[in-house]
């Protein structure tokens, strides 16, 4: 990393003695600010510890004398040095008049976003967070410049306080290509957000501090207009937002929702729960712990959904090494066995990695313990407050036979699944080799879904009523074959085919098969591995009895390949093609 801080030009604004203090000190050049406070001793802090500078107290004037020498206060008692990044902010007493200065250290740091460039890269919209100086806006400075001058994309930066590009009518060249909007007064940032939108014509909108409602509200507006946002908020993690009524549209916003009778039994849950609104405003969410080790929620609508179930989301977390290189682990609760006694394990990613996690990741369901969050539980709460606490607190039971494991979309587990031409051995064969969540049922309104042959519904009219009207859905298979009646399966249950050689799944065609069958199926596989697969040339099988071939048929589409039968009986035989 490069960094560029101008220390000097603030030093020269503090008392003398102070000023040789801090030029020789030996710590200078990780020093975050100096707070100067009427009838105090002078300190200095840094990262992990503070110090006094003197032991005479701060007089008026030393105080007069450094407002002298930086610009204006503005309406945010803010003020700057004119081409740096240092920030001078003011403490009033009740008349107005300034009895107490803190000089931040403004620093530009080249390089420090190469835990996300994979994700700023991506023109989703990022939300910063992360608690006072931990070094958000250095971040969203950097963020800047690299969607300027590395992806040569129309940046505007809204800078409220002049603490991202600057004191001055000039920008800092820290920012790179990028434009600045100044903010005559903070109250009107969302204005000049709109503004922006309407007059420049950006690709990339960089906002700093989103704290009211009206900002969140322009956020929402910048998004939908397809412009890339990149803005920090107040608020350490996801869960602050949810619970900040002013702020939580940022992440699609919460409303209570009342739901049936049948709908609250089937999801085991209470009439009244909590949902998310809409799709958040930001995309992907980075809560930024130190500033080496930030997590990524690469999914903000995933995260608060999970929250607000009751269960602990599965984010990415990203730290860097002093070499530079990127570590990225995804922490998951994996269930073993299906008894519900979980264990946790750290999963490491490669860096910029895609691979998808959960259920979509080892073929295998993953349980998520609840969310164990402290929290203050003040008196007097509304019911909306109660909802959302016991929306974090709801434990759920991951037991298959207890009902309380939600499915991909909300549903208890195990799936309660409605056959429909289907043959129901195969189905039967399909759960128990496969270990499936999943339960047979012939009552069409405890059903949680329809699996039914396509032929059969194109020519069941009522059936597709009856659906509609319990807003069942149907899922159609063209055959009732064991490959088309597995992936069936996990698609309703939102869990990846495995790799073409699964043991269970060849189990499955070779289930109850005799001597003949078996020597065929084998054939069968090992043409297709050993010749059509590696060395992409079709294969023809010896001839086979109508029955045998059919079984040769169900193996090849399990490895998502194409056969037919050619030549006439009793040599009538089948021909692989490769992919």
Not at 263 to 289: D, H, N, W, Y
Not at 485 to 492: A, D, F, G, K, Q
Request: with cysteine; proline share 5%; glycine share 8%.
């Amino acid at each position: 990393m490069t960094i560029t801080e101008d220390l000097q030009k603030l030093l020269d604004i503090l008392p003398q003695d102070l000023q040789k203090k801090l030029e020789n000190h030996p710590k200078g050049d990780i020093l975050v600010e100096v707070v100067l406070d009427l009838g105090r001793r002078p300190e200095a802090r840094f990262p992990y510890a503070a110090e006094y500078l003197s032991e005479t107290p701060v007089t008026q004037a030393q105080i007069d004398d450094c407002i002298q020498r930086v610009g204006n206060f503005g309406g945010d008692n803010r003020a700057g040095i004119e081409q740096t990044l240092h920030r001078i902010s003011a403490i009033r007493n009740r008349s107005g008049k300034i009895i107490g200065l803190t000089c931040r250290v403004g620093r530009a740091v080249f390089g420090t976003i190469a835990m996300i460039r994979d994700l700023v890269e991506t023109g989703q919209s990022i939300l910063m967070l992360g608690r006072p100086g931990v070094g958000k806006t250095t971040a969203l400075r950097e963020i800047a410049r690299v969607l300027a001058d590395d992806l040569h994309k129309r940046v505007v930066i809204i800078d409220t306080s002049n603490e991202i590009a600057g004191d001055g009518d000039v920008a800092h060249p820290a920012i790179g290509r990028a434009r600045r909007m100044q903010v005559s007064q903070p109250e009107l940032q969302h204005q000049v957000m709109i503004e922006a939108v309407e007059n420049h014509m950006p690709e990339v909108i960089v906002i700093d501090e989103i704290g009211t409602e009206l900002e969140a509200l322009a956020a929402r507006t910048i998004a939908e207009r397809g412009v890339q946002l990149v803005g920090t908020a107040h608020g350490n993690q996801i869960e602050n937002l949810i619970k900040n009524p002013t702020l939580s549209d940022l992440v699609g916003g919460i409303q209570a929702v009342t739901l049936g009778d049948d709908e609250a039994r089937r999801r085991g849950s209470q009439k009244t729960v909590l949902e998310r609104k809409a799709p958040p405003t930001f995309e992907i969410a980075v809560e930024m712990l130190e500033r080496q080790r930030w997590v990524v929620h690469e999914s903000v609508a995933d995260t608060v959904d999970t929250l607000l179930r009751g269960r602990q989301p599965t984010p990415q977390t990203r730290t860097v090494d002093d070499h530079g290189k990127v570590a990225i682990v995804r922490q998951l609760a994996v269930v073993n066995g299906g008894n519900g006694n979980g264990h946790v394990t750290n999963v490491e990613e490669s860096f910029l990695s895609a691979k998808p996690n959960g259920w979509r990741s080892s073929g295998q369901m993953v349980a998520l313990p609840p969310l164990s969050l402290d929290r203050e539980r003040p008196t007097g709460r509304s019911e909306f407050d109660r909802l959302l606490d016991e929306s974090f607190n709801y434990s759920e039971s991951f037991d298959f036979a207890s009902r309380k494991q939600a499915g991909p979309n909300g549903e208890d587990l195990p799936l309660h699944i409605y056959p429909y031409g289907v043959s129901r051995h195969q189905l039967e064969q399909v759960i128990n080799v496969l270990t499936l969540p999943v339960i047979l049922t012939k009552d069409l309104d405890s059903a949680d879904a329809i699996l039914a042959l396509r032929s059969h519904v194109k020519n069941h009219a009522k059936l597709r009523q009856m659906a509609k009207a319990r807003h069942v859905p149907i899922h159609v298979i063209k055959s009732s074959t064991i490959p088309q009646i597995t992936r069936s399966l996990r698609r309703l249950l939102n869990i990846d085919d495995p790799d073409m050689g699964d043991d269970r799944e060849l189990q499955l065609l070779l289930h109850n098969g005799g001597d003949d069958e078996m020597d065929a199926l084998e054939e069968a596989r090992l043409a297709v591995e050993q010749i059509v697969i590696p060395k992409g040339q079709p294969v023809e099988l010896l001839p086979r009895s109508s029955q045998v071939r059919k079984m040769q048929h169900e193996l090849v589409e399990h490895y998502r390949l194409k056969s037919d039968s050619f030549g006439d009986e009793p040599n009538r035989r089948l021909r692989i093609y490769p992919a």
